[in-house]
């Protein structure tokens, strides 16, 4: 059974940076073709990928955001971490994390963390 | 970057009956789309991947077409679970996209 689970802070004060952990089971970030990536949904709108990374390190990001992202792997401990600096009130939104499938070479997002909420507000 | 366009923004439809939502891509993502169902406070959920192909654990009567730029989710007789938002997706190219999400509600 594959699961993703996302931890950090629920408030962040603006120009701060916002530190994510996603904590998965079920399947491991070392075979070919499995990646992790982020997702974000400020409230009662639409979903915004953020960015993704491979089970060999390569990571691809939001090109509007890639400034600003960090996105690392841990493969021991079964967790991906995106680091967002400078954050601003328009970054409230739920974050999730979601597990990556790969079919010729794409990847689609296949299981999803429930997402956390994250604030940002002084 | 691809701008997905979902139509329409709300579909209004009674239990029983067929819902079928488009999804429209600003230039060909090929079949690299995907359909998810989102409920209030969830996690959205794949239904739908490579345009066609149904995910594991998704009923029968949840089905996906299209090719290219025109794309449609069809459900083919609500039910009361079934009442949702629904987004597509491309991963055809960086960055991946979604559309504005449709949703379903009881009519």
């Known amino acids: 059974q594959i699961t993703l689970k996302e931890s950090g802070p629920t408030l962040v004060r603006p120009t701060h940076t916002l530190t994510l952990t996603c904590t998965f089971s079920?399947?491991?970030?070392?075979?070919?073709?499995?990646?992790v990536g982020w997702i974000r949904q400020p409230p009662g709108k639409a979903l915004e990928w953020l960015a993704l990374?491979?089970?060999?390190?390569?990571?691809r990001y939001s090109p509007s955001l890639k400034s600003r992202l960090t996105i690392t792997k841990d493969t021991s401990k079964n967790q991906v971490i995106l680091t967002m600096t400078n954050m601003d009130p328009v970054d409230t939104a739920t974050y999730f994390c979601?597990?990556?499938?790969?079919?010729?070479?794409?990847?689609?997002?296949?299981?999803w963390g429930q997402g956390t909420l994250v604030t940002v507000s002084s | 970057e691809i701008v997905m366009t979902q139509s329409p923004a709300t579909l209004s439809v009674s239990p029983g009956e067929r819902a079928t939502l488009s999804c429209r891509a600003s230039?060909?993502?090929?079949?690299?789309l995907a359909w998810y169902q989102q409920k209030p406070g969830q996690a959205p959920r794949l239904l739908i991947y490579?345009?066609?192909t149904r995910a594991t654990g998704i009923p029968a009567r949840f089905s996906g077409s299209g090719s290219g730029t025109e794309f449609t989710l069809t459900i083919s007789s609500l039910q009361s679970e079934d009442f949702a938002v629904y987004f597509c997706?491309?991963?055809?190219?960086?960055?991946?996209?979604f559309g504005g999400g449709t949703k379903v509600e009881i009519k």
């Open positions: 230039q060909s993502v090929t079949s690299n």
């Open positions: 979601a597990s990556s499938a790969e079919t010729d070479g794409y990847y689609y997002l296949d299981y």
């Open positions: 997706q491309q991963y055809n190219n960086w960055p991946l996209t």
């Open positions: 079920g399947f491991s970030l070392d075979p070919f073709g499995v990646g």
């Open positions: 990374i491979y089970w060999n390190g390569d990571q």
């Open positions: 490579l345009a066609s």
